[in-house]
Structures are given as C-alpha cells and as structure tokens.
C-alpha cells in the first residue's frame, strides 16, 4: 500500500526538510581537509537535537550513527570515523531527520579541498541526474519515467547507476513502498498520484556499477575501486509538479 499524505503531514515533513537542508549548508562549510566523519556525526547529531528533532538513522535495523560517511569508492552506508578526510577526496553525507514525528531523508556528496577532474565530472552529473529525475515526478508519470531519465543521461556521460540500491518511499518510517530505482524503462512501473513522498537518490559510478558488500554487513562499495557519487532529496508529487522538501537554496530546482 503506498500510502498518500495530507496537507498537514508534508507541511510536517517540509519543517523536517528544511532542517535537514540547514545541516546541509553547514556542513558544506565544515567540509575541508583534516575533519574527520565522526566530527561531521556530531554535529549533525547535535544540530538535529538543539532544535528539537532526532536521527532517524540511530537504531535503525542496528544501525549507530546519525549519518552515513561514504567516501570516494564506498558507494553507501559508510560508517562515520576517526580518520581525516584528505585534500581530493569526495564523501557522501547521508541522513535521515526525525522532527515532530515528519521524516526527511537527503544525501550530499562533497568535494575535500581541490578534487580532480574526473571527480567534479563525477558530482556535477550525479547531481544533475538527481534533478532530471525529480522532472520526471510528476502525476500521471510512472516510476519507470524517473529512472529512466537518470540512466539515459548518467550513461550518456559515461557514468554507471547502482542497481543494488533504490530511492523508496518515505513516511512514518523511512523506507516505505515503492522501490524508486535510478534505472529502467519509460512508461513502466507503478503510476505516480498526488500526494505521495519519496526520496530520488541516485548513486553513480566512475567505472561499472556492481556493488560489493563490507565485512561490517552495511557498507557497499564499487568492485572495481573507482568512486562513486550520490545526491538525495525527499520530494513530494504534487499536481502542481514535484515539491523538494529538502532543497538547501533553490539554487538548481
Ligand atoms: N538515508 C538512507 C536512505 O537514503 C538510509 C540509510 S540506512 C540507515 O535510504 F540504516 F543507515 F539509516
Ligand atoms: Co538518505
């Protein structure tokens, strides 16, 4: 059952999404070589609490940190840790805030002092893919329509799309029905309807797409070593066309 919301709910999870967006741009400023991801934790863990709302992250399936810290190969669901973040390093921030019950899911990848080429290559199309798939959410569509225009341009710049995985669906818990994959084909899938909430978050590779699995059971990486980059908002559809609950500045919506 996909579940639809009402006014009051998505005006409760655009509150979640906006402080979401907040740490965002903080982050972005704490961002630089010689931080480490166990410090990014904190704060994020912090920020959420001095203004009233919880990790939605901690405790989930044994999970034990308010964020995920994925960085250059590790594809998702890095652990924060005490290791410096070094000059040309690219690392995902992932998380997921619990305020007044209303939950907001957003990931940012983030360049580390000077970055290469390839890697700005990188970012520059994930994120760009992300916002060619919120064009795509709009009612009526179906959720082939969404994946289908992150493949074709993903891999149009040579770029490869995780398939292991998914955007979900997002609600009272954090992952819901549907699976939103960041690949497929136009025109199939489960129809989109007013009032649905889910997150688009594709993960795009340097190299091919298949994942291996860390010994610690959550962290997925690419096989071949090369990066991977991801960008995630929580959207609403909407007749009016797709809400970004978590946008830090409109600056590309
Ligand atoms: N925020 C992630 C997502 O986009 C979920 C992280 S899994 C967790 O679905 F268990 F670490 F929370
Ligand atoms: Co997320």
Redesign the pocket.
Known sequence: MIQRKSKREIELMAEAGKLLAAIHKEIAKMIKPGITTAEIDAFAEKYMIDHGATAE?IG??G?EYAT?ASINDEIC?GFPRQEALKNGDIVTI???VNLNGALA?S?WTYAVGEVDQQAKHLMDVTKESLYKGIEQAQVGNRIGDIGHAIQQYAESEGLSVVRDFTG?GIGPT??EPPHIPHYGLPGKGTRLKEGMAI?I?PMLNEGVWQSQMDSNNWTARTIDGKRSAQF?HTIIISKKGPIILTEQDNENS
């Open positions: 992250q989930y399936n999970y995920c669901h992932d998380m997921v899911d990931a979900h954090m992952h997150t978050e995630e």
